[in-house]
Every structure is written in structure tokens, then in C-alpha cells.
């Protein structure tokens, strides 16, 4: 999974796009829609990238369960 920090509204973590289905199982989309998910891309010094979705823990812990 990805990295996990606390801001004032709560705990975030980290998830790849790619995986973000498996980990949460809600698709990219839907996660977008949701209040407080950002896409965060991160651009490498060869110009590819990766993007990763900053979810609320709770989605995460909820699919767990």
C-alpha cells in the first residue's frame, strides 16, 4: 500500500492508481468523485509518471473489514 499522514481533516494514505481498486474496492473513478481524494502525480527526471489517488484511511480500513 502507500505512505500514510495525518492533516487536519484526518488520516490519508497513499495508493496508486493501479491498485487503488483492489485496495479500497471502489474503481478510480468513484474515488475521484468522493470529497477530499486528490490525484497526486509524481514526474520522474525521464519524464515518465506515475499518479496515485490521497484517499481517507477509512476507505481503506472499511474494505478491510
Request: net charge negative; charged share 30%.
Given at each position: 500500500?502507500?505512505?500514510?499522514?495525518?492533516?487536519k481533516k484526518g488520516l490519508?494514505?497513499?495508493?496508486?492508481?493501479?491498485?487503488?481498486?483492489?485496495?479500497?474496492?471502489?474503481?478510480?473513478?468513484?474515488?475521484?468523485?468522493?470529497?477530499?481524494?486528490?490525484?497526486?502525480?509524481?514526474?520522474?527526471?525521464?519524464?515518465?509518471?506515475?499518479?496515485?489517488?490521497?484517499?481517507?484511511?477509512?476507505?481503506?480500513?472499511?474494505?478491510?473489514?
Amino acid at each position: 500500500m502507500g505512505a500514510a499522514w495525518r492533516s487536519k481533516k484526518g488520516l490519508f494514505t497513499l495508493v496508486p492508481l493501479a491498485d487503488a481498486e483492489r485496495v479500497t474496492g471502489h474503481s478510480a473513478e468513484e474515488l475521484r468523485a468522493l470529497h477530499g481524494v486528490q490525484v497526486v502525480t509524481r514526474i520522474y527526471a525521464d519524464g515518465s509518471r506515475e499518479e496515485s489517488l490521497r484517499v481517507p484511511t477509512e476507505l481503506i480500513l472499511e474494505h478491510e473489514s
